[in-house]
Each structure stands twice: as structure tokens, then as C-alpha cells.
């Protein structure tokens, strides 16, 4: 382009001379100054030589190929089946004590290792067999003394063999199904809730301390133990209680 022609363009003196090295044509163009003059910064935006190009991007990578085996080693583990749920049940009463306390320092006179305690176990295990449940062991539970015992057919043992196995100078092995017998030693508490144990089908939590009343609550599966029976039992051990005489016979 001759320098007659760059004199007619409008631009800045200084884009005349960037235009003229780097061999960019400014006929016909408009710039951003006044009245379409073309200055410097315009430049950046007009065709510039393929040196200064920016490259092409290069194309993607193709996805690897993952053969079945590895696919076998990455799949996840299989879930494991829920366990079926339990219809759990339960009732709530109080059981007098009052005449088995009275009865206790006759026993003792005799067998002095036997407690209130034992005396409940033993009406525990006659009140099952009355209801005529499918339970044959009591596993006695009392935190607050870290006691922990197996009694097998209580109704069948004598207080003072009870009392053997509850402190654990004596041990016998747990036959079938057992019942839970959890005792919370703090008077006026009613429990209104408790777990079972997987395969336990019933629990008994007694709450008494000093009181002649307990509060007792009784939850089972009904899967095994129909209401019936679990109210049946409920009552025998209220009766076992009431006439405790018989729970020496």
C-alpha cells in the first residue's frame, strides 16, 4: 500500500506504523476511535499472521476398553438380606411382694445364701409352666450387682439351689428357648419399653428395690408366644406371688 493511500485511512500515526510491519491492510476498515479512526488497540482484533495463531485443540481421547473380568472384579458386593421384622407385644402390671418378704426370714433361718430374689426366679419358672410356655431356661440379668445367670427349670429347683446358681458358685447350661428376666433396682420406675434379644422370644423386666411392689413389663414375639399365653403367664406369677407357700411344694 502506497503512503498516499495510508494518509487517506483514518488512523493513528502509531497504528500506521504497527500496520505497516506487521503487513496488515487498514483500507476499508473502522476502528474504535472518533469518527471510525483505527488506533492501536484495534489491531488486536484484524487478522494476524498464522504465526501467532492460537493451535487446535487435540482430539479426545478415546474411552478404554475394559474387558468382562474386570468388570467382575469392580461390581459391587451383593447387599445383604434385611432380616424380617418381629411383631413384638407387650403388658405391664404390678406384682405384690409384700407376703414373700414376709415369708423370706423363714427361709433363711434354713437357708441363709436364699433372697427375695430367688424367690421370684422360682415363681418366674412355675408361672412359665402354668402357661405352659416354650421356654425352659431364665436368664437372669442385674446390672447394678454385675450379675449375669443361667437357670435352667427354675420351677423344678429348690430356692437354695437357685441362689447357687444366681451367685455362680454353681453353673448348669442353658436347655431351649430361654426368657430374659432383666431387674432394674429402683422402686417407683414402670418400664414401659425393652428389646429382645435375636432368638429370645420373650423378656421380663422387674423394676424393685426396697418396695413391696414391682413393676413388672412383659414384651414377646408374637410369631411364638400368643397374647393368650403371655397373659396367662402374668397372672400365674402374680398368683405364685400371692401364696408363696407354694412355691416350697
Not at 483500507?27 to 487446535?56: E, F, K, Q, T, Y
Not at 414401659?192 to 434379644?197: S, W
Request: aromatic share 2%.
Amino acid at each position: 500500500m502506497s503512503a498516499q493511500a495510508f494518509e487517506r485511512i483514518a488512523a493513528s500515526p502509531y497504528a500506521r506504523r504497527l500496520a505497516r510491519e506487521r503487513g496488515i491492510s487498514l483500507a476499508g476498515r473502522r476502528g474504535s476511535g472518533p469518527n471510525g479512526r483505527i488506533v492501536a488497540a484495534d489491531l488486536a482484533a484484524m487478522v494476524l499472521p498464522a504465526a501467532v495463531a492460537a493451535p487446535a485443540e487435540p482430539p479426545a481421547a478415546a474411552p478404554p476398553v475394559v474387558s468382562q473380568a474386570e468388570l467382575a472384579q469392580v461390581s459391587p458386593a451383593p447387599m445383604k438380606e434385611a432380616a424380617p421384622q418381629r411383631s413384638i407385644s407387650g403388658f405391664a402390671t404390678g406384682l405384690d411382694l409384700s407376703l414373700l418378704r414376709a415369708l423370706l426370714p423363714t427361709i433363711v433361718d434354713v437357708a441363709p445364701d436364699v433372697t427375695i430374689d430367688d424367690l421370684v426366679l422360682k415363681a418366674i419358672g412355675r408361672a412359665l409352666r402354668v402357661a405352659d410356655l416354650p421356654v425352659e431356661t431364665i436368664d437372669w440379668r442385674d446390672k447394678a450387682a454385675a450379675v449375669q445367670a443361667i437357670i435352667p427349670r427354675a420351677d423344678g429347683l429348690a430356692p437354695s439351689r437357685i441362689a447357687a446358681l444366681r451367685s455362680g458358685t454353681e453353673t448348669d447350661a442353658a436347655r431351649g428357648a430361654s426368657i430374659i428376666v432383666s431387674r432394674i433396682r429402683q422402686d417407683g420406675l414402670r418400664p414401659v419399653t425393652a428389646a429382645l434379644d435375636p432368638n429370645v422370644p420373650i423378656r421380663l423386666t422387674l423394676a424393685v428395690a426396697e418396695a413391696d411392689i414391682a413393676e413388672a413389663l412383659i414384651v414377646f414375639d408374637e410369631a411364638e408366644i400368643t397374647d393368650a399365653a403371655a397373659a396367662q403367664f402374668l397372672a400365674a406369677l402374680r398368683d405364685c406371688l400371692a401364696v408363696p407357700l407354694r412355691l416350697l411344694v
